[in-house]
């Protein structure tokens, strides 16, 4: 089992940058494939990124694609999400989840959460 606690999150002007932190707990972080996701309230929560167990392979959303990378540090135990050119559109509290399987987009195939870091872009 793996305890996953975000931080970074916070208000800052649209165009401006962030970068959120995920520390996990265990010895096993590496054999995780991390994500973040987002979710507005009253939406459903959605997919931002991806990366896998080495690094060495990330995805995106559409949304974020040029504009957020992941990146991860297995001897830290931690996961970034590195944001700029922040929008008022990615306002959210983000997440992140940790999925013991293969590699996966989708948030149901995800085995443990965060629970999630606010941010919010002003315009």
């Known amino acids: 089992q793996v305890q996953l606690v975000e931080s970074g999150g916070g208000l800052v002007q649209a165009g401006g940058s962030l970068r959120l932190s995920c520390a996990a707990s265990?010895?096993?972080?590496?054999?995780?494939?991390m994500g973040w996701f987002r979710q507005v309230p009253g939406k459903e929560r959605e997919f931002v990124a991806a990366i896998s167990r080495s690094g060495g392979s990330t995805n995106y959303a559409d949304s974020v694609k040029g504009r957020f990378t992941i990146s991860r540090d297995n001897a830290k135990n931690t996961v970034y999400l590195q944001m700029n050119s922040l929008k008022p559109e990615d306002t959210a509290v983000y997440y992140c989840?940790?999925?013991?399987?293969?590699?996966?987009?989708?948030?149901?195939?995800?085995?443990?959460w965060g629970r999630g870091t606010q941010v919010t872009v002003s315009s």
């Open positions: 265990g010895r096993t972080f590496s054999s995780y494939v």
């Open positions: 989840a940790a999925r013991s399987g293969v590699w996966s987009t989708i948030i149901v195939h995800y085995d443990y």
